[in-house]
């Protein structure tokens, strides 16, 4: 089939590659010069494991191709999927500038019947806003083309982008119950029987339906983990270890053992901004969505925890005091930084006199990019900032270590050696990385979260 990506971000080139994977003629536009020339030079403008690989073979087979060229991309595609970012407002709901520029640039050029699907994460009902977008433009030209909005909401996680795109639990497509609706859903279905040959994964809804499950999905699943850090925050107080109760609870199937991990808050470009934006579309309805306040207010809260823990270690002043800190990006198998606990935690260390040595095993550069501009009115404590050239060179002279991101390459380290470079053998743990008893056998200080009966016996 041929397919339209607008947008070559995770989401557009994951699903541009993947879908050419699968035998597709893929056109991927993207607005960005630069991405498109770093992917027409052959390279890849994000870390994603396997995707190199993926956009090498079939760009070499002729099966995907990207562009800047507008016109060129909606001539293409019969199916047009929009893969635009869907950024906070100042307000925190959905800011909608990028999907509705998609649609006029469809609605501008296109001449036969498209399939037009929105696969950014849009609040309900902005598939009618797509719509309008289109069918004006079309208005403007006085022409006729048919056309139908559908929503195909994406599930992936950075990291495991491309096995998630290839091994879906669920593809959700929400369809309206018009001709032209009945036309989209058969093309859909095309496009998605291999994912289905085994067994169907496809759940068919209306449209609202489809656009308000990928919310309620990452609600859901942000609300687990701050449930956990909560819960990770009393263990402390009342001497329980979250850990064991982490078994003990996921063990009941109604539960399940995912997403129960406590740890330095949850970041990325979805959980944050799509939590927001749901309580946004609540108070458009004069509602309000109080467990979702809950939610954003301790995973802030959370975020600030290890700070915390080091200057109730250290003191409210942390001049003089070194740091070294493990991973950088909001989670391991990705260069996002895209609102890492690790800013929150650079912040308040930098702001109490701290000094700090950082080390991410892929996300340096992007990191330097995004700190520049966390500190752009703060030069002095960007300067307070060294980056590492490994695990064990940031470790040298540091007061204490601190471990942001769960990364393997942080899993086992040579603890002789850790011991050796810190100048105290003082650990704290954002992500329950290692055993308290065996650091405390190892003779080192260590502070987990939620875990602290085990290490004050
Ligand atoms: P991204 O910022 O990585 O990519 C978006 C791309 O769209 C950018 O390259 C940008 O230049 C381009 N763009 C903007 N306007 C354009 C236009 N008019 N025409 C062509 N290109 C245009 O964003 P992302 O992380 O891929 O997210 C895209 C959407 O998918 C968002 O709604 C997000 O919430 C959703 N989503 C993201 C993830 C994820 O893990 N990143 C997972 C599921 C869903
Ligand atoms: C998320 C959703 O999982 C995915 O389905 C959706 O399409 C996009 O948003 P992503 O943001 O890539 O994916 O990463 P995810 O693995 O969900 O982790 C998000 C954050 O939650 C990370 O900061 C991670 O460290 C944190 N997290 C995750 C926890 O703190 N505890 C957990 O148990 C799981």
Redesign the pocket.
């Given at each position: 089939m041929k397919i339209t990506i607008i947008g070559t971000g995770?989401?557009g080139l994951v699903t541009g590659a993947c879908l050419a994977e699968l035998g597709n003629d893929v056109f991927c536009l993207d607005v960005d010069q630069r991405k498109i020339d770093i992917l027409n030079n052959g390279g890849i403008p994000i870390h994603e494991p396997g995707l190199e690989e993926i956009v090498a073979r079939n760009r070499a087979a002729g099966r995907i191709q990207f562009s800047t060229d507008i016109e060129a991309s909606v001539k293409h595609g019969d199916v047009q999927f929009i893969a635009v970012g869907t950024p906070p407002d100042e307000d925190g709901s959905a800011d909608l500038q990028y999907v509705v520029a998609a649609a006029k640039n469809i609605g501008k050029y296109m001449t036969n019947f498209k399939v037009v699907v929105d696969k950014s994460?849009v609040p309900v009902g902005t598939a009618d806003r797509v719509s309008a977008a289109i069918s004006a433009e079309l208005g403007a030209r006085s022409v006729t083309a048919e056309f139908s909005v559908v929503s195909n909401?994406?599930?992936?996680?950075?990291?495991?982008?491309v096995e998630?795109f290839m091994r879906p639990d669920r593809i959700v497509i929400g369809c309206d119950q018009t001709p032209q609706g009945e036309k989209a859903r058969s093309q859909m279905k095309k496009l998605y029987a291999p994912f289905n040959r085994n067994h169907e994964r496809t759940y068919w809804m209306d449209v609202r339906s489809a656009e308000f499950t990928?919310y309620a999905?990452?609600a859901m699943?942000?609300t687990?983990?701050s449930f956990?850090?909560e819960l990770a925050n009393l263990a402390d107080h009342v001497g329980a270890d979250i850990e064991a109760v982490r078994h003990g609870i996921g063990s009941d199937p109604r539960i399940g053992h995912?997403?129960?991990?406590?740890?330095?808050?949850?970041?990325?470009?979805?959980?944050p901004k799509?939590v927001q934006a749901l309580e946004r579309t609540a108070q458009d309805y004069g509602l309000n969505l109080l467990i979702l306040q809950a939610v954003e207010a301790v995973n802030a809260r959370q975020k600030q925890v290890l700070g915390d823990k080091m200057q109730q270690r250290f003191g409210e002043n942390l001049s003089g005091r070194h740091f070294a800190i493990w991973g950088l990006a909001?989670?391991?198998n990705?260069d996002?930084m895209r609102?890492?606990?690790s800013r929150v935690l650079l912040g308040e260390l930098l702001r109490a006199g701290a000094t700090v040595a950082v080390y991410d095993p892929v996300s340096m550069q992007e990191a330097k990019r995004v700190l520049e501009l966390d500190f752009y009115d703060a030069p002095e404590l960007l300067a307070s900032i060294r980056y590492a050239a490994n695990p064990m060179d940031a470790l040298v002279d540091a007061d204490a270590l601190a471990i942001v991101?769960?990364w393997k390459a942080f899993r086992s380290p040579d603890f002789d050696e850790v011991k050796a470079r810190l100048k105290q053998p003082v650990v704290f743990d954002g992500?329950n990385l290692f055993e308290p008893t065996v650091m405390t056998e190892l003779g080192i200080e260590y502070h987990g979260i939620g875990r602290s009966v085990l290490t004050n016996k």
């Open positions: 995770y989401v994460t909401p994406e599930f992936l996680k950075e990291g495991a982008a998630d990928k999905a990452n699943l942000a687990r983990i956990m850090n995912s997403f129960l991990y406590a740890g330095c808050g949850y970041g990325g470009s979805c959980f799509d909001f989670k391991p990705t996002d609102a890492a606990s991101t769960e992500r």
